[in-house]
């Protein structure tokens, strides 16, 4: 060990997630990378003077958490728009709403996230639900996935959504007899103009609905709203021991913003943004991404990765099965068409860009496969780390092709109904009772050997890394149909830092301590490893630092 750290972990119990030294006592940094690991008495003597000495007081410290599956912008944003969580039914859903708009009069649309399906008595609102609840103001609310939204009529019409409309392939605008629209809108291609009637003009969903710039470009007032609001986001992350996001949504735009943030020391977390590549656009497209891949290489704001939609969620029967749901003739639809899914996949490829693909039904896993296969057959075997993100549900003749392809299941295990933020699915509803098995089955594709990284969707779910580990490791247990495995804490938490490092092509530069490796360390409040599985939520950040600067302090 050489030279003099400026900030120095001692009394911890640091995992190292560095198989060839797992364990050690304190963690030296310096000019923002990893100095040293070893005991407390080694490293108190590295410190140089005035360096920072932080005490772990017997606290977990491992590398800065990775979230590998977020919507920055959107999870910024809910921060401050209304809170639909905890309205469980109709009259909960009445007294927020009506809270939220009288105390907030000049909001331009009450825009609700993390809005219950099934609200009304069971059944998803329809706009005349909505307007009782608040006719004289536009009213939105998103459900928990950002896969649907409902509408109250004004905002409807403001929309030009009224009479409905064309969509893009995988969208619906819910119509109602008669010719209106219910207020039911699935999927982007039909909600994105509701959205643009919120607060931000819809700014912070555009990576997520077209994958372009605003139109007309933001005024220099809303560049700096939205600076100030995705700073917030970052720093609410930070809190909860991230030091990297990967999102799921890009445009330039996001891109422009984060280096803004940079360059003023306010981004609290490394980000990599992707380009979005919608089922409308046409291959042409794909050169925009190589050039946010040329221009963003950064190892705090970066890109090189293609974003794209196989399907919908299992909630609207959107998510595309290889069988009818139980008791109807759906199976989901496929947002791209095979022919050109697979030639963006083998252009995306051959551009030397990694692909991540939402996928959610065991038919629109098979169909993402089929296109890294494709991919694969035209240009070769590399090492291209392609991404299935969710895999909720897999046919069991598909979970050795993840593996034998190359590819990386990226999974949310707080999305599980057997987790603590979702109901159970109903058995006979939503699943045929031998698809249960193949639900949410971390386990069974990890001992596949194909590689299992853990992430939150935020905010589909709050960015809170223990909740979602408590998911992964201690399951709640509804008994048969369900057979959900548990993971052991070690794995989930290889998979939250080096398997996340990993997947991002920078297993040799961060997710582990080791001398040489980026300055990102979180320590945690307690010791991770005596907390019992089921209560492992309650531990917390108790420092987070990116870069060999410390981004939070609780």
Not at 171 to 182: L, Q, T
Not at 217 to 234: K, M, V, W
Not at 361 to 379: I, Q
Not at 401 to 424: K, M
Request: hydrophobic content about 40%.
């Amino acid at each position: 060990m050489t030279g003099k750290a400026d900030l120095v972990v001692l009394n911890g119990k640091v995992l190292t997630m560095d198989q060839s030294r797992p364990r050690a006592e304190a963690v030296a940094l310096a000019g923002g990378v990893i100095l040293a690991v070893g005991t407390t008495a080694g490293i108190r003597d590295l410190a140089a003077p005035g360096a920072e000495v932080i005490d772990a007081a017997g606290g977990t410290v491992l590398p800065g958490f990775i979230d590998s599956h977020v919507h920055l912008f959107q999870g910024s944003a809910a921060l401050d728009f209304m809170a639909m969580d905890e309205a469980e039914n109709a009259d909960a859903a009445t007294r927020t709403i009506r809270a939220y708009a009288a105390a907030n009069p000049d909001e331009p649309m009450i825009l609700g996230t993390g809005t219950a399906y099934g609200l009304i008595g069971g059944r998803n609102p329809t706009r005349h639900d909505l307007d009782t609840i608040l006719p004289d103001r536009p009213l939105a609310l998103l459900a928990p996935d950002i896969h649907t939204l409902w509408a109250n009529t004004m905002a409807l019409e403001r929309a030009g959504l009224l009479h409905g409309g064309p969509v893009p392939e995988g969208s619906v605008i819910v119509m109602e007899a008669g010719g209106n629209a219910s207020g039911e809108l699935q999927e982007t291609g039909a909600f994105g103009p509701v959205l643009k009637l919120s607060r931000t003009g819809g700014r912070d969903m555009l990576g997520y609905v077209t994958g372009a710039d605003p139109e007309p470009p933001a005024t220099e007032a809303e560049r700096a709203a939205d600076r100030r609001l995705l700073a917030r986001g970052l720093a609410h992350a930070a809190s909860h021991g991230i030091t990297t996001m990967h999102n799921m949504d890009g445009n330039f735009y996001q891109l422009e913003l984060l280096n803004d943030l940079d360059r003023t020391e306010e981004l609290k977390c490394r980000m990599q943004v992707p380009f979005h590549l919608k089922n409308t656009d046409p291959l042409d497209r794909l050169e925009e991404a190589g050039e946010m891949h040329r221009r963003y290489t950064g190892d705090r704001v970066w890109s090189g990765r293609v974003k794209m939609f196989m399907d919908g969620v299992i909630d609207t029967k959107t998510a595309m099965m290889t069988r009818p749901y139980p008791g109807t003739d759906m199976t989901g639809e496929a947002v791209f068409e095979p022919e050109h899914f697979n030639a963006a996949c083998i252009r995306a490829d051959a551009m030397g860009l990694q692909l991540s693909v939402h996928s959610i039904g065991d038919l629109a896993t098979r169909c993402t496969l089929d296109g890294f296969e494709a991919a694969r057959r035209a240009n070769g075997l590399r090492d291209s780390r392609h991404r299935i993100e969710h895999i909720e549900v897999i046919h069991p003749d598909d979970l050795p092709r993840i593996h034998a392809l190359g590819a990386v299941a990226s999974l949310q295990p707080r999305h599980s109904p057997v987790g603590d933020y979702f109901p159970l699915v109903p058995q006979g509803t939503l699943l045929h009772d031998d698809q249960y098995p193949y639900a949410y089955a971390w386990q069974r594709i990890r001992e596949t050997g194909a590689p299992v990284i853990f992430s939150t969707d935020w905010p589909v779910i709050p960015v809170d890394v223990m909740r979602n580990i408590q998911c992964a490791i201690a399951p709640e247990q509804p008994g048969a149909p369900w057979d959900v495995r548990p993971q052991s804490l070690m794995d989930t938490l290889a998979s939250y830092t080096s398997g996340n490092a990993w997947v991002e092509f920078n297993e040799a530069r961060k997710g582990q301590l080791i001398p040489g490796q980026m300055g990102d360390v979180v320590v945690m409040d307690r010791d991770l490893e005596s907390c019992a599985p089921g209560a492992i939520h309650k531990a917390r950040a108790m420092i987070t630092i990116c870069g060999g600067q410390i981004t939070y302090r609780g």
